[in-house]
Structures are given as structure tokens and as C-alpha cells.
């Protein structure tokens, strides 16, 4: 919070896709990209559980220490393959943003206690 009590802004994670680096391992290929934005452990833990409700989600792994995401293609998937990775990777960051947002900001509860402390 500033000084007048009002909560500083943020900005929410989001892939820079101009980092994407892929390393070549025999028949696979494990890439990396780094998030812009701020990652701490509500935020992540908002990404781990848009992450749980859906199986396509499952071969991202978020690294807090770098602020990077990881996820390994097969050679034989093609680029192609690692665009739609990356519109899914936008998609559940997407999820976990709105997730994080309503904590912040839209829950009852939240609003609230800020209504009480004289934030809101």
C-alpha cells in the first residue's frame, strides 16, 4: 500500500514471447520463457490452481526464482505445436490473472476489510 492507503498497481504476469529459448534434447525440445510482471506467492499460487482445472495446463512448470515457465514439445509435434503451447500458456495465464484480480480486488471479503480500514 502507498503512503494515502491506496493499493499500488501491478503488473500482472504475462509471457514475453520474444524470450522463448528452446534447448534440443533427442526426440525433444524444452523450452522456456520468461513472464513480465510481478510473480509472488499469492499470485502463484492463483496460477497453480487455474493450472489444476484443466489436463492441458499440465506440462507448464513455473519457476518463481526466474520468473520463467517451462514446458517440453516432441521434435516431431513441429512448431506448430509449440504456437498452440504458447496460446495455451496465454490462456491459463489469463486464468490465473483474473483469479488473482478477483482475490485482490472483486471478493467480498476483501472489499470489505477495506471498506472498514477506509481503502476502498
Given at each position: 500500500?502507498?503512503?494515502?492507503?491506496?493499493?499500488?498497481?501491478?503488473?500482472?504476469?504475462?509471457?514475453?514471447?520474444?524470450?522463448?529459448?528452446?534447448?534440443?534434447?533427442?526426440?525433444?525440445?524444452?523450452?522456456?520463457i520468461a513472464l513480465k510482471g510481478s510473480v509472488d506467492d499469492r499470485w502463484a499460487e492463483a496460477f497453480r490452481l487455474s493450472q489444476a482445472e484443466s489436463k492441458s495446463y499440465q506440462r507448464f512448470r513455473l519457476n518463481r526464482a526466474t520468473a520463467t515457465i517451462g514446458?517440453?514439445?516432441?521434435?516431431?509435434?513441429?512448431?506448430v505445436h509449440v504456437l498452440d503451447m504458447l496460446e495455451s500458456l496465454d490462456q491459463l495465464l489469463k486464468e490465473a490473472n483474473e483469479r488473482f484480480d478477483?482475490?485482490?480486488?472483486?471478493?467480498?471479503?476483501?472489499?470489505?476489510?477495506?471498506?472498514?480500514?477506509g481503502i476502498a
Open positions: 500500500m502507498t503512503m494515502n492507503g491506496a493499493l499500488e498497481s501491478r503488473q500482472l504476469p504475462e509471457a514475453d514471447h520474444a524470450s522463448l529459448r528452446g534447448d534440443h534434447a533427442g526426440t525433444e525440445s524444452r523450452y522456456t514446458f517440453t514439445c516432441r521434435e516431431v509435434d513441429g512448431a478477483f482475490w485482490s480486488n472483486q471478493n467480498p471479503a476483501v472489499a470489505a476489510a477495506r471498506q472498514l480500514r
